[in-house]
């Protein structure tokens, strides 16, 4: 074999390798599994620490189920009609030793401000898909945005972003962990 055909094969291995490491490395995604719904504590230490409020203990009062939830952290100017202002909360739901569903809750009391609510329900989504070590994909955050309604799959979760309208308009962004099958 000859000098130049030795240097080409080299490269072609050094390609392949190059290749199959980027294929196979799972630290260049941040779409990988996130483990924190099975550390009920470390999530909602980690939720408190996103800037709407400290998350209850994880607990499950008169066994209606476990679960946390952060006071409403209300916002904005209040609405002149109904006297309330925007708020936003955190909800995790589970069982005793796993957390299987949490939401980001946005009351949009004051239709006014929807603007700044939608923002703020942008930047704690953000911060959320970070503490679940997730990346927050830009259809979510322009559904967000529009008022649309938006599900995809990422890294081990369902996330969706629903309305529920009622006397207001009522947000609510679920990462529900998927079951193995």
Same mark, same amino acid.
Request: aromatic share 10%; hydrophobic share 30%.
């Given at each position: 074999?000859?000098?130049?055909?030795?240097?080409?094969?080299?490269?072609?291995?050094?390609?392949?390798?190059?290749?199959l490491?980027?294929?196979?490395?799972?630290?260049?995604?941040?779409?990988?599994?996130?483990?924190?719904?099975?550390?009920?504590?470390?999530?909602?230490?980690?939720?408190?620490?996103?800037?709407?409020?400290?998350?209850?203990?994880?607990?499950?009062?008169?066994?209606?189920?476990?679960g946390?939830?952060t006071?409403? #952290?209300?916002f904005?100017? *209040? /609405? =002149?009609?109904?006297g309330?202002? !925007?708020?936003?909360?955190?909800?995790? $739901?589970?069982? +005793?030793?796993?957390?299987?569903?949490? #939401?980001?809750?946005?009351? *949009? /009391? =004051?239709?006014?401000?929807?603007? !700044?609510?939608l923002?703020?329900?942008? $930047?704690?989504? +953000?911060?959320?898909?970070?503490?679940?070590?997730?990346?927050?994909?830009?259809?979510?955050?322009?559904?967000?945005? !529009?008022?649309?309604?938006?599900?995809?799959?990422?890294?081990?979760?369902?996330?969706?972003?629903?309305?529920?309208?009622?006397?207001?308009?009522?947000?609510?962004?679920?990462?529900?962990?998927?079951?193995?099958?």
């Open positions: 074999m000859e000098k130049s055909e030795k240097k080409i094969i080299i490269s072609i291995v050094i390609g392949l390798i190059l290749l490491s980027f294929i196979f490395d799972t630290n260049s995604s941040k779409t990988e599994e996130s483990n924190i719904f099975q550390d009920p504590n470390e999530l909602i230490t980690k939720l408190s620490e996103n800037g709407i409020g400290n998350l209850k203990p994880w607990s499950n009062p008169m066994d209606i189920g476990w946390s939830c006071d409403y #952290y209300r904005g100017p *209040i /609405n =002149n009609d109904n309330m202002d !925007n708020n936003i909360a955190y909800y995790v $739901e589970g069982i +005793e030793t796993e957390v299987t569903k949490m #939401y980001i809750n946005l009351n *949009i /009391n =004051n239709s006014d401000d929807k603007i !700044n609510a923002n703020l329900l942008i $930047e704690m989504s +953000e911060r959320t898909f970070e503490t679940l070590g997730l990346k927050m994909s830009d259809e979510i955050k322009e559904s967000i945005l !529009n008022s649309k309604e938006y599900e995809y799959n990422v890294g081990g979760y369902t996330i969706s972003n629903k309305l529920e309208k009622s006397n207001i308009e009522t947000w609510k962004l679920t990462f529900e962990r998927k079951t193995q099958s």
